[in-house]
């Protein structure tokens, strides 16, 4: 069923005439004739009768006509989707609680009149988010870009955006509970406890952490989730686990958990950002001109970060 037709069927029926509908729709009177004749056809049926003085429906253009203006309705949402301006700008941050979703939602509380699309592909590699990328599904993801050091395919762009300094969560029994800072150095003497780390990305990350400094970083067993793990952690003398300075977590009072900052050298996760270079977007422009604004270098001999990432 043409689009066109359907259109000027219903214009027709609005403006009574088809003279009329054709001077709103910048055609001939003949031509919105042939569009209606022709949806005719189509459907096997009379939708007009004409009159000295106007045009009215027949019983089966009375039929058609709710269900002509839910086509063009559907037809101006599939546009609007897929018209950049128009649709949500759609972001991959990974995961809600880290620091990429809260730079995001600082974005947005900036400008809360956008339309924002967030995505969480928690458990996609980095290369199925830059498929992604460069299919047009998604306009931006956050990813370390380990296994590329930092190259992105031809046709997309990146830019490192986030240095997120460590931090140890324990809970009040931990032997490190009432330090002001851990040296990281001293964690090897702590088994840190990650349970259902999977995405190829942070497990090379840690598995290059726990190299450089002798760490043992228990990534072995099923996850039951963040509420589980915290309760784990609030309850036990000897498990720990890494948490970014900008993830956010909630938990009970009663856990008394924790979040001791990682020192000399503090180890940091790089983000970059990544997107399509002809990606027109506006808000995309807006967003990504927010994050290099807001991005401070992490460097010196305080900050380990991977050779990769160097």
């Known amino acids: 069923m043409e689009l066109d037709a359907v259109r000027t069927f219903v214009a027709v029926v609005e403006a009574g005439r088809f003279q009329a509908a054709a001077d709103e729709l910048g055609i001939t009177q003949q031509a919105a004739s042939k569009r209606v004749a022709a949806l005719e056809r189509r459907l096997g049926v009379k939708l007009f009768v004409r009159t000295a003085q106007a045009v009215r429906l027949t019983v089966d253009g009375q039929a058609l006509l709710p269900h002509a203006r839910e086509l063009l309705r559907a037809a101006e ?67 370390s870009l380990r296994d590329s050091a930092g190259r992105v395919p031809d046709g997309l762009r990146a830019a490192r955006v986030i240095d997120d300094r460590h931090q140890l969560l324990v809970g009040p029994r931990h032997p490190l509970a009432n330090a002001a800072s851990v040296p990281l150095a001293e964690l090897a003497g702590h088994p840190i406890w990650m349970p259902g780390l999977s995405e190829p990305e942070p497990v090379g990350y840690y598995q290059d952490l726990a190299k450089a400094f002798g760490l043992t970083i228990d990534t072995i067993g099923p996850s039951f989730g963040v509420e589980a793990l915290l309760a784990e952690i609030a309850d036990s003398t000897r498990l720990a686990t890494f948490v970014g300075e900008g993830s956010r977590y ?9 979040r001791i900052p990682v020192v000399d050298p503090t180890p940091v996760y ?18 990504l001109g927010y994050l290099r604004t807001g991005y401070r270098a992490e460097t010196g001999d305080d900050i380990w970060a991977p050779a990769w990432a160097r």
Request: charged letters at 20%; aromatic letters at 8%.
């Open 250 to 258: 909630l938990w009970p009072e009663s856990y008394d958990l924790r």
């Open 77 to 143: 949402r599939a546009t609007a989707a897929v018209t950049p301006g128009r649709r949500p700008l759609r972001v991959d941050v990974v995961n809600r609680r880290v620091a990429a979703a809260h730079l995001l939602h600082a974005f947005y509380q900036r400008h809360p009149g956008i339309d924002l699309d967030v995505v969480a592909l928690t458990g996609a590699d980095a290369g199925s988010a830059l498929a992604e990328i460069t299919a047009g599904t998604l306009d931006a993801t956050f990813r």
């Open 270 to 287: 790089p983000h970059s950002v990544i997107w399509r270079a002809d990606n027109p977007h506006p808000v995309l422009a807006d967003f």
